[in-house]
């Protein structure tokens, strides 16, 4: 398998349950990242891994825990979610943390429901 | 705060016909960068502008960086069905290692 993948693909979960989303990048690049979509905001980053360290975390609740294990994998634990964060939830890779000119590799989105 | 916006949020027009969808900031960035984000997909890097007048040719799709790197367009020539998507900017933030996005242009091509 090439690329960037994430599963579950969509995800309806109740405010007190706990899930993990799953990204897995095949490239050999040295930095992932956590995104969020919603409808009606332009893309947010949400945290920065290079190298299995966090770089950056850009004020997300805490209800949101990365976890990034080796360089090609990175989970999103979620527990005690609220409605407003349903939101497509998007993994991405690059070869370094630039970020500037660097190009990121999207995976497809975990489309997440909070009832 | 460098922020980007994108005009217009939505359009909608005929197989054949040309647009232009705009990317505008009141910041200077160093480079900008174009995606297009297909629905149940993550977005896809088109191209990456980095000179000030820059224009770059994808087939049908021209690229350009305003002179003063503040703003950026898109131009596609005899839309086809397939350019129907959400088409995105993004530039990096100064000081920081990290990109900053445009709210998008959806944009749909009727057959």
């Known amino acids: 398998e090439t690329g960037v993948t994430q599963t579950p693909r969509h995800l309806v979960m109740g405010m007190t349950n706990k899930k993990s989303l799953k990204c897995e990048q095949h490239?050999?690049?040295?930095?992932m990242y956590w995104y969020k979509q919603s409808a009606k905001k332009p893309l947010e980053l949400m945290f920065v891994?290079?190298?299995?360290?966090?770089?950056e975390n850009n004020s997300v609740p805490s209800r949101f825990s990365p976890e990034c294990p080796n360089s090609s994998h990175l989970f999103l634990h979620l527990h005690t979610l609220q409605p407003e964060d349903s939101a497509l939830y998007l993994c991405?890779?690059?070869?370094?943390?630039?970020?500037?000119?660097?190009?990121?590799?999207f995976g497809p989105g975990t489309r997440l429901t909070v009832l | 705060t460098q922020l980007l916006e994108q005009s217009p949020q939505f359009l909608s027009i005929q197989e054949g016909e040309n647009l232009t969808v705009y990317c505008n900031s009141s910041?200077?960035?160093?480079?900008l960068q174009w995606y297009r984000q297909e629905p149940g997909e993550g977005p896809v890097l088109l191209v990456t502008?980095?000179?000030?007048?820059e224009v770059k040719k994808l087939k049908r799709l021209t690229f350009q960086f305003g002179d003063a790197r503040k703003d950026s367009s898109l131009h596609i020539t005899a839309a086809q069905p397939g350019d129907t998507g959400l088409y995105l900017c993004?530039?990096?933030?100064?000081?920081?290692?990290?990109?900053?996005f445009g709210q998008g242009t959806r944009l749909t091509i009727n057959p």
């Open positions: 991405a890779s690059s070869h370094n943390d630039r970020g500037s000119t660097d190009t990121q590799y």
């Open positions: 490239l050999g690049h040295n930095a």
């Open positions: 891994y290079s190298l299995e360290e966090r770089v």
């Open positions: 910041s200077v960035f160093s480079s």
């Open positions: 502008v980095v000179t000030g007048g």
């Open positions: 993004a530039g990096p933030i100064q000081g920081a290692q990290k990109l900053v």
